[in-house]
């Protein structure tokens, strides 16, 4: 695989700041600090920093409501994310949008989306816009297992298929949908073989691995700028936190999974895997590695801070923003 | 002035808006051929790029616009008949209405949805409803209403050049009417409701395909000396509630027709306005004039029954000025 070794701590960056973001988020919403819902995709790090890697900034993604991950991985600052999720005028959405639905239209993020497969079709309108204005930029649709039973899902696909948009549907597939777990209500295994139906390629990928979701997303990317059309990435991952922060509270412990299960995960975490391939390779020194986590730890603090100080929305703003001039 | 039908005016709108912006494109069910007649040629002259016929799948390729329009085009898309919008309620209300507000103001929005409503001859229930009421409740969105060809011209190229997603609700009982339509850039303002009539004794609010029939009241009354304002919102939002509440100060009585249902539709929201911000200018008690709280039926003696009508319109003025 061709691949810089700015590249690789690029990676390594973005997955940091995926981990320690999303660490104090969950903290500050145990604490009560920041309102709302909050969804993290701590253990899910490797998909968004793999396939973003493989973007550039003039290509555009969607996500999910689980959508920390994406949106850092795409060039998000931590500063403005924060502020949002705590209801600031500073934040990426002047605190109208909040954890679920952060915006940032110059990195091409066309938004997080707090309906599962709310994002899928937007993603195949994006592909069928840089065909319209003859660009190559490509769109990447984060969906998770749950969203591939959404009719939104299969309309999307076939409508990419159909019209060859450049558009990479990635699946991460965490294995629960909200509570419930994938195996009982989906009639698939693998959410790859779904591509069949619509004659597109699809590809099981090992969502821990960084690299390996690079390499398949560096490839279906080129398929794509060639006119080639879309393709299915499925990652196989899993969330180490709940499908909300605070669920246990009113679900209770080991409500839907065991602790062993997780604990099991835990051990294939993507960082750390990357972190060993990096030292048998020689490629990154652990020096090197180190550095990153203590410079994401001051861009954290930095960002909180930034958060903290700002001010709220000033309540004459609510009616703002409904309609473009 | 050259006379075209409803159907040749949206024909105009389109072929000369995408004309104009490269960055428009047609996209939807069976837009190559045209069902109703409305997108016919236009491929000839734009090309399969920026005419393009979708899967029959409303979620998938209502939401595409929605994409499409994020990333900088600016779609004109067709479902075909009103009631389809039920299946892609998501995309237009959760994704379309509400993505500039919760981005902050960061997403522009421009789609024209074209569809298809109404009662319009034995086309039953999922074919024939008035359904603008349930986006009524839904900001970000601008609604739409034409009552004829020339103003069918102007709101639609209006809509075309709007910033935010706009639907067009096109009559299907109104395709063959024909009327003067101005030729070249012909825009009429979403927001500006239009006297249709000038009158003294009641103001009707006829909304889409109740204006002609509100004009037809208009005339037999006048007969007999009972002079009726026939006021045409032509868009439902933005609404011109400046015009109509001058309206009924003007004549102190208000009737309103349209096909819509009554519970929770577009005259329930005219009333309201005027109740709440009227009240002082009536003599009368508001009247709306709607179809029945049914499913639009297919047989003709019933769903003839069911919608609105010129003597249910009649006999709610002759209630009101009577008092």
Known sequence: MDISREELLDIYHTMQKIRLFESKVRDLAVAGEIPGFVHVSIGEEASAAGVCAALRQTDRITSTHRGHGHLIAKGGRLDRMMAEIFGKRTGYCKGKGGSMHIVDYSLGILGANGIVGGGLPIAAGSGLAAVITGKDDVTAAFFGDGASNEGTFHESLNLAAVWKLPVIFVCENNGFGEFTPMATVTSVTDIAVRAQAYGIPGHIVDGNDVLEVFKYTSEAVARARAGEGPTLLECKTYRWEGHVVGEAAFLGEEAYRTKSEVEAWKLKCPLIRFQKWCAETGKISTAELQRIVADTEKELADAIEFARASELPDVSEVTDDVYAP | ?323
């Not at chain 2, 409305?38 to 393009?52: N, Q, S």
């Not at chain 2, 000396?225 to 045409?232: G, T």
């Open chain 2, 1 to 323: 002035m050259p006379q075209l039908n409803f159907i040749q005016a949206i024909n105009t709108a389109l072929a000369e808006e995408m004309e104009r912006d490269p960055l428009t494109f047609l996209m939807g069910e069976d837009v190559i051929l045209s069902a109703f007649g409305a997108t016919k040629g236009l491929i000839d002259k734009f090309g399969p790029k920026r005419v393009r016929n979708t899967p029959i799948s409303e979620a998938g390729f209502v939401g595409a616009a929605v994409g499409a329009a994020m990333a900088g085009t600016r779609p004109i898309c067709e479902v075909e008949f009103a009631s389809f919008f039920y299946c892609a309620f998501d995309q237009v209300c959760n994704q379309a209405a509400k993505l500039r507000y919760m981005s902050g103001g960061q997403a522009t929005m421009p789609i024209t949805f074209r569809a298809v409503f109404g009662a319009m001859g034995g086309a039953a229930a999922q074919h024939s409803e008035t359904v603008y009421a349930q986006f009524l409740s839904v900001p970000g969105l601008k609604l739409v209403v034409p009552s004829g060809p020339s103003d069918m011209k102007g709101l639609l190229k209006s809509a075309i050049r709007d910033n935010n997603p706009v639907i067009v609700f096109e009559h299907g009982g109104l395709g063959r009417l024909k009327e003067e339509v101005p030729g070249g850039d012909h825009l009429v303002p979403l927001g500006k409701a239009a006297i249709k009539r000038e009158g003294k004794n009641v103001t009707l609010v006829a909304i889409g395909a109740m204006v002609p029939k509100a004009m037809k009241v208009a005339d037999k009354l006048a007969k007999e000396n009972i002079s009726v304002e026939v006021l045409d919102p032509r868009t439902l939002i933005p609404l011109d509630e400046d015009a109509i509440l001058a309206s009924v100060e003007k004549t102190n009585r208000v009737v309103i027709a349209d096909e819509g249902h009554l519970r929770g539709g577009a005259a329930a929201d005219i009333a309201a306005i005027v109740a709440d911000k009227g009240f002082d200018f009536l003599d009368a008690p508001v009247r709306r004039v709607t179809s029945l709280d049914v499913p639009i039926p297919f047989s003709p003696p019933l769903e003839k029954a069911a919608i609105a009508d010129e003597a249910r319109i009649e006999a709610a003025i002759r209630d009101v000025v009577g008092r």
